[in-house]
Nanobody
Framework: QVQLVESGGGLVQAGGSLTLSCAAS????????MGWYRQAPGKQRQLVATITSGGSTNYADSVKGRFTISRDNAKNTVYLQMNSLKPEDTAVYYCNADDSGAHYWGQGTQVTVSS
């Protein structure tokens, strides 16, 4: 098992930036993938970005060119750098660890983008 703790959320104006962090309680090196998901009120949780153990990344079309996912294995931490934020990015953001099909989730961190 692993515990995931997100941080870095907050309230920003449109066009601003935030960096989210996901700290794991143990090494993330052997996980198949780590990722970020988000969920707005009344909507399903959706994929934002993923990064595999080999370093391959994948992004939702809505965030390509604006968000960057990265991983620091030494710190057991995954990051999501969010630039040029839009009001539609407002959601609770969740960290996810994919342990060969077994998923673990953090508690979520709120991101609110105002106009």
């Amino acid at each position: 098992q692993v515990q995931l703790v997100e941080s870095g959320g907050g309230l920003v104006q449109a066009g601003g930036s935030l960096t989210l962090s996901c700290a794991a309680s143990r090494t993330i090196f052997r996980f198949s993938a780590m990722g970020w998901y988000r969920q707005a009120p009344g909507k399903q949780r959706q994929l934002v970005a993923t990064i595999t153990s080999g370093g391959s990344t994948n992004y939702a079309d809505s965030v390509k060119g604006r968000f960057t996912i990265s991983r620091d294995n030494a710190k057991n931490t995954v990051y999501l750098q969010m630039n040029s934020l839009k009001p539609e990015d407002t959601a609770v953001y969740y960290c996810n660890a994919d342990d060969s099909g077994a998923h673990y989730w953090g508690q979520g961190t709120q991101v609110t983008v105002s106009s």
